[in-house]
Nanobody
């Protein structure tokens, strides 16, 4: 089965930058979209950024102009470039790849990478 592994998280001061990546254990087919989610302690998981197979992107309002989602070299899993980080960005970040159709629909998730932003 496909396994996703995030990397690139860490501790950074406010205003700094990080780039998250997501490695897949194998090939993924019929991808409809890729996304990054985050979850802070005691809060609901939220979608931060997504990119559709056609290239269109969407971002949660709080990160617009600061975060950029893109694909890896194989166009299978996403990167997330995070600039001008704020303490409220502190969370565990998860990558997600989804696709397929009907009963063959799938969602693949990573285990998350911690991002901590100090003030």
């Amino acid at each position: 089965q496909v396994r996703l592994v995030e990397s690139g998280g860490g501790l950074v001061q406010a205003g700094g930058s990080l780039k998250l990546s997501c490695a897949a254990s194998g090939s993924i087919f019929d991808i409809n979209g890729m996304s990054w989610y985050r979850q802070a302690p005691g809060k609901q998981r939220e979608m931060v950024a997504q990119i559709a197979s056609g290239g269109s992107t969407h971002y949660v309002d709080s990160v617009k102009g600061r975060f950029t989602i893109s694909r890896d070299n194989a166009n299978n899993t996403p990167y997330l470039q995070m600039n001008r980080l704020k303490p409220e960005d502190t969370a565990v970040y998860y990558c997600n790849v989804w696709g397929g159709f009907g009963d063959a629909r799938y969602h693949y998730w990573g285990q998350g990478t911690q991002v901590t932003v100090s003030s």
